[in-house]
């Protein structure tokens, strides 16, 4: 692999990738990553005069063809914004391609890609109300459409056309469903 940065300086842990600008950490795991912001700052400079672009906030490659990109919000998903979680699943993939995979074309690399959004909503405070009914009616919904995962803040999008696979998952449930499976435990 050419990879474009020094994976040295880029190295960190999962909890510290998953800190908000308070510093409190959304994932507790020491778990090896790269910090992807910081990457995505040193390609700016190369390629975008340093104008930054918007990025997820840790990598994980377990192996060359399982490669997760992972971005932590402490906050409850009603305050997410939509759009910049766009920009930064566009941004994202590109700077990966860039920065990692010069020789592999974004088709190659889509198959090899999980982009996981991570919120916090049991740890919020003024967590949103829940509904028995509405609750209800989502499982529902889920059972009939026998899907693992329901996709979050219409990022369905970009499942299939830059990323194998889409998740956006509330804390408890990452740890519960994917931490494990990701990182070999």
Known sequence: MDRLIDENKVKTTLSETSKDDDGNAVINYQNPVYNFDRITSDI???YRAKKPHKSCDALYIKDDAHIYLMEFKNVRKSR?????????????????QMA?????????????????IIYNDAGIVEKEQDS??????????????????KI????EIFQGIFYKEV??????????????VIFDK
Do not use: C, G, W
């Open 132 to 149: 028995v009914s509405f609750d209800a009616f989502k499982r529902k919904l889920s059972d009939l459409s026998k899907s693992r995962n």
């Open 100 to 116: 990692f995979f010069p020789k592999l074309s974004l088709d190659e690399l889509k198959m090899r890609v999980v982009l996981i």
């Open 80 to 96: 997410i914004p939509k759009k910049e979680l766009h920009q930064k699943a566009y941004d994202s993939i590109m700077t990966l």
């Open 44 to 46: 700016a400079a190369i």
């Open 167 to 180: 998740l956006t998952l509330e804390k408890q449930e990452y740890v519960k469903t994917m931490h494990d």
């Open 152 to 155: 979050l803040f219409d990022l």
